[in-house]
């Protein structure tokens, strides 16, 4: 047929195995994991020594010159002419057998494969204790085979010790029986001229078409990828590179104690994962197509290859993998990740994060030269952007081949820098923050990335346990591996609890807004218990300022304990995507030493005048018209702050009157700052509540040759109240330059949309 792509060749198993030891055949996985338990290499034999056909190998030319040599190779070996692409387990099987080769397993340690044989019955065994020590047992069938024996000798030898055993027994050993078993022997050696038949596809075969072929007769159903077949090639003509992959995968497994190994808690790679990052570092590619291309030595413009291509194109990757398998870069890394707030490999959802993070890593480090202390804050920040959105959960290779196109358009250090936060300043928009991240977190699922983000953003905020003393980045520790973790997830609301007030769909009871981080023991304590029963009793270990802290850091409403169950769940959401929110822009100023508000900060607010995030008062409780302290004043300033907290956030300048003009504190006649800032602090408890303070930090400063007084309010987590001494709330925002008092009927419009 003219468009067949296979030709058809048969072998004996000695003229197959043969051509492995000659180095025309390429069979890549002697030294890389193998899979095929002892059982299923008995039941192969079993199936040859009983005439029965055990398969066909499917080989794919490689094109390789006839005279082509290995790429950094001290024995200067020949390429293979042909690597096997399907029956690699069952010819590791056959050639690890008939030529006593270890082989390595999963774990990369290396075993011997030991099938016994009884001719009496023709059985064979996986070898055993027992075994080893019948004599009516070949223990080993692998030493029929070894170089230097004699077939003869062994027959001879194995008949002799059959002989003294059934002696020794009362038994004899008949003629018939020892022809018999000398046929059956024999008959077991011959298993070397055992025919085997292989297809053999055209070098000009594409990948996809290679794919595709073993996808259709691979019984098991494994599907070929592009990393296989850039292993492949590395195993043709770079097989010392493929090794450095393996080798450090395995090293990765377990820690060392003496030596620098790539032991880590984030990620044990595999060697197509290594693969990448090589690849994304030399070639700023992620679709593995076109590096295979590249490595095979194709112009991808012109479509020509030529084995010049692909040694400069080798070279390259070879640059790369240095750089990507350097240790000192390898940990530097890692350590980003922890400075990002993650502790472990079980706190990321997408291992890709990883590796594309990893890539633009390197790109920063060995092609940008960024400065170090920059490149890791960069980086973190993006690991987290990209954690937390998923960014390279969908169709990840294209996601990331178009940044590496883009990134690659970047002339410097700087341009560097400038893309990736450009990226994430477009991602992490009011609306992410407000609303889609929110959504995020109405989910049942145990894990996730906005899960993991959450936690995250409590280690970057140094945040201790829910009614704990103990910091949650202490026991999310990876190298802690107790019986019983040291934090646990728990229910706030307990299942049984809601299984009683009527809640009976376990989504609803597994919300993730519903778990919060405590110790064993207090999960174990709590049990079941509603939470209106187990807080007050937990709440009365802190103080205030402790627990507003600690509801703070857990998201938790005030008087949440009290709360509807659904709304409880609402409110929380959006307090746990705040926290995230605070965590990132911890992240954000990381290293960065943030302007204390000193004579410079002060003129620079003042000098903005009076807006939307700034306010100026004269004093804070006395009337300048009177001369008298008036209850009015500090009812002007509260509703200020309230309004900060209600909206976005502002500066509160107490000493500065409506122009600007520096005016002082001393008018307030207090004796010192420390009786004003504590005056200042109660009346905040008093009328808007303790829970605020976590958002208000005061600071004296001086201006205008005077001494003033500045509120800074973030926005607040809570809808912040004013109380009248009637008992009456009253809500204030800010407008403008304004604070605007909302009306009852517009109030829940806005809390709702704003908490």
Not at 121 to 131: I, K, L, M, T
Request: one cysteine or more; glycine letters at 6%; a neutral charge.
């Amino acid at each position: 047929m003219s468009n067949t792509k296979f030709s058809q060749i048969n072998y004996t198993l000695t003229t197959l195995l043969d051509g492995i030891e000659l180095g025309s055949i390429g069979l890549p996985d002697i030294q890389r994991p193998f899979v095929w338990s002892n059982t299923k290499i008995r039941n192969l034999f079993d199936s040859m020594y009983r005439g029965y056909p055990v398969g066909y190998f499917l080989f794919w030319q490689t094109g390789a010159e006839l005279k082509a040599k290995t790429i950094g190779t001290q024995k200067e070996q020949l390429v293979p002419q042909m690597l096997i692409v399907d029956g690699q387990q069952r010819l590791t099987s056959l050639f690890a057998v008939l030529k006593g080769i270890r082989v390595v397993d999963e774990d990369y340690k290396k075993r011997k494969i030991e099938i016994a044989f009884r001719p009496s019955d023709e059985q064979f065994a996986v070898a055993n204790a027992a075994s080893k020590n019948d004599p009516e047992f070949i223990p080993d069938i692998s030493r029929l085979w070894e170089k230097g024996g004699n077939i003869f000798s062994f027959v001879g030898s194995f008949l002799k010790n059959l002989s003294e055993h059934r002696e020794k027994n009362g038994k004899s050993l008949d003629a018939e029986e020892e022809s018999l078993i000398q046929t059956r022997i024999n008959k077991l050696y011959s298993l070397s001229q055992y025919p085997f038949t292989a297809l053999v596809l055209s070098e000009k075969a594409e990948p996809e078409e290679v794919s595709e072929v073993f996808v259709r007769i691979n019984s098991e159903g494994k599907t070929l990828d592009q990393a296989d077949f850039i292993l492949t090639l590395m195993s043709v003509y770079w097989d010392e590179g493929r090794r450095e992959l393996e080798d450090f995968c395995r090293a990765a497994k377990q820690p060392s104690t003496d030596t620098a190994n790539p032991f880590n808690h984030f990620l044990q790679p595999s060697p197509d994962q290594l693969l990448r990052l090589g690849v994304g570092l030399g070639f700023n590619r992620a679709v593995l197509k076109y590096a295979y291309a590249l490595l095979r030595g194709k112009d991808l413009a012109t479509s020509e290859s030529s084995p010049e291509i692909r040694e400069k194109q080798f070279a390259t990757l070879k640059d790369a993998q240095k750089q990507s398998l350097n240790l000192q870069n390898w940990h530097d890394f890692f350590k980003v990740i922890q400075q990002a707030g993650f502790r472990s490999g079980k706190m990321i959802s997408s291992k890709n994060a990883i590796l594309y993070s990893q890539i633009f890593y390197l790109l920063g480090k060995c092609q940008y030269k960024v400065d170090k202390f920059k490149l890791a804050q960069v980086i973190a920040r993006w690991f987290f952007m990209v954690s937390i959105t998923g960014r390279y959960s969908s169709s990840p290779e294209s996601v990331m081949e178009r940044d590496l196109r883009d990134i690659s358009q970047c002339a410097d250090a700087d341009a560097f820098v400038a893309w990736i936060d450009g990226k994430i300043d477009s991602t992490f928009t009011n609306d992410f923050w407000n609303i889609a991240l929110p959504n995020m977190l109405v989910t049942a699922a145990a894990s996730g990335p906005a899960h993991y983000a959450y936690y995250a953003a409590l280690n970057l905020l140094d945040a201790r346990v829910l009614f704990s003393q103990k910091r949650v980045f202490d026991l999310l520790d990876p190298s802690l591996n107790a019986i019983r973790a040291g934090a646990e997830k728990h229910h706030l609301f307990p299942r049984k609890h809601l299984e009683d007030a009527g809640i009976s769909q376990q989504r609803e009871r597994n919300q993730l807004a519903n778990y919060a981080l405590v110790e064993w023991d207090d999960n174990n304590a709590i049990s079941a218990s509603a939470p209106g029963d187990y807080a007050p009793e937990y709440e009365s270990r802190f103080s205030d300022d402790d627990l507003n802290k600690m509801y703070y850091w857990h998201a938790l409403p005030v008087n949440w304990h009290q709360m509807e169950y659904s709304e409880f769940l609402k409110a929380r959401r959006k307090l746990i995507a705040r926290v995230i929110q605070d965590g990132y822009r911890k992240l954000e100023s990381k290293g960065h030493k943030e302007p204390e508000l000193g004579i410079v900060a002060v003129d620079k607010i003042v000098a903005q005048g009076e807006g939307n995030g700034i306010e100026f008062k004269s004093t804070l409780r006395v009337n300048l018209h009177t001369n008298q302290n008036d209850i009015k004043m500090e009812h002007s300033v509260l509703k200020t702050i309230a309004a900060f907290l209600n909206t976005s956030g502002g500066f509160l300048v107490i000493g500065v009157d409506d122009s600007g003009n520096a005016l002082g504190i001393e008018v307030d006649k207090f004796s010192n700052e420390d009786k004003m800032n504590l005056h200042l602090v109660n009346i905040i408890k008093e009328r808007l509540g303790t829970q605020h303070m976590l958002n208000i930090q005061p600071h004296f400063c001086d201006f205008g040759g005077k001494r003033v007084l500045v509120l800074e309010c973030k926005a607040g987590y809570a809808p912040a109240y004013l109380k009248q001494k009637d008992g009456s709330e009253q809500f204030f925002v800010r407008t403008g330059a304004a604070t605007s008092e909302l009306l009852p009927s517009q109030i829940h419009t806005y809390v709702n949309q704003r908490f």
